[in-house]
């Protein structure tokens, strides 16, 4: 079976992806000069679309680029990609540049953005991951000033999940002047004193939309939690760790930088979320929740 799914969508049409070309001047391929997006899909339903499309447009905005797709395009062509596959829970990836154009670091004249995307069976931690939890390393965050962007010039990050692959570990954390900010490819929280707590939003945080639904769960549901800078003492002294991604969900860290979290165990506090995440995923399967 390949790796590759069956079509792709490029700049209007539905592709097998040996016939999928961009050009070699795609600022996308030159510059990296464009966005991304990944959406779960659960019973062949898109997971938090709004959310979703709502952060493709803040990046497209924060690279002044014009979303090339109204909503409904956006909905109606990843419809398309989810019916070409047979998988119940999919990824849908979605990918604009700015589009091909002479190499020169201003933005050309007249911009004809790239539209690549496709749809996958979604991946889930499995089943020893989901039981014993992953180990994470630390590393310094080295990357640029706009992390909030959901950017395809991933590369800091590529090094960053290299290193703690060569280390057995399943994610990086990123650590900048002493503060926790997130993992290589997700949102961080760790348990203090009994309270969740995660990073607040800004420029060294990408806004994960699983993250806001963990959050989002927490409150309703009266588990303590709170948002606030957090420093690599306290992150070396959690009781719990958990990471967030749309692909990965919420997963417990039990080991950081070779050392036990907590009693080396997924704690309560992961159980409490990891359940409400389950019991929201099964609702929106029924068609309970949006």
């Known amino acids: 079976m390949s790796a590759y799914p069956r079509l792709v969508y490029l700049n209007g049409a539905f592709l097998p992806p040996d016939q ?5 001047f795609d600022r996308g391929f030159v510059f990296a000069d464009g966005v991304y997006e990944v959406i779960p899909v659960y019973g062949r339903r898109l997971f938090r679309f709004t959310q979703h499309l709502e952060r493709l447009g803040n990046s497209l905005g924060a690279i002044a680029l014009a979303d090339p797709l109204a909503a409904a395009d956006w909905e109606n062509l990843c419809t398309r990609l989810i019916e070409t596959n047979d998988a119940e829970d999919q990824s849908v990836y979605l990918q604009v540049t700015r589009g091909p154009a002479p190499r020169d670091h201003a933005f050309p004249a007249e911009i004809e953005p790239t539209v690549f995307a496709y749809s996958q069976p979604l991946k889930y931690p499995d089943a020893t991951q989901l039981a014993n939890g992953v180990a994470a390393i630390t590393v310094p965050d080295f990357r640029w000033r706009r992390c909030d962007i959901k950017a395809i010039a991933l590369l800091p990050n590529v090094l960053m999940r290299q290193q703690a692959t060569e280390a057995g570990a399943a994610e990086a954390i990123l650590i900048r002047d002493g503060l926790m900010t997130e993992g290589s490819a997700s949102n961080i929280f760790a348990v203090v004193n009994g309270i969740v707590v995660t990073p607040p939003k800004g420029l060294f945080i990408l806004p994960g939309v699983t993250r806001d639904l963990v959050l989002e769960l927490a409150r309703a549901h ?12 306290e992150l070396r002294a959690a009781e719990e760790l958990m990471l967030s991604s749309s692909t990965k969900e919420l997963l417990a860290i039990t080991t950081l930088d070779g050392r036990a979290v907590g009693n080396g165990k997924p704690g309560p506090r992961h159980a409490r979320l990891h359940a409400l995440y389950q019991d929201y995923k099964r609702d929106f399967r029924a068609g309970r929740v949006a």
């Open 20 to 24: 999928a070309k961009v050009s070699a």
């Open 222 to 233: 009266g588990v303590p939690c709170e948002e606030r800078e957090l420093s690599e003492t």
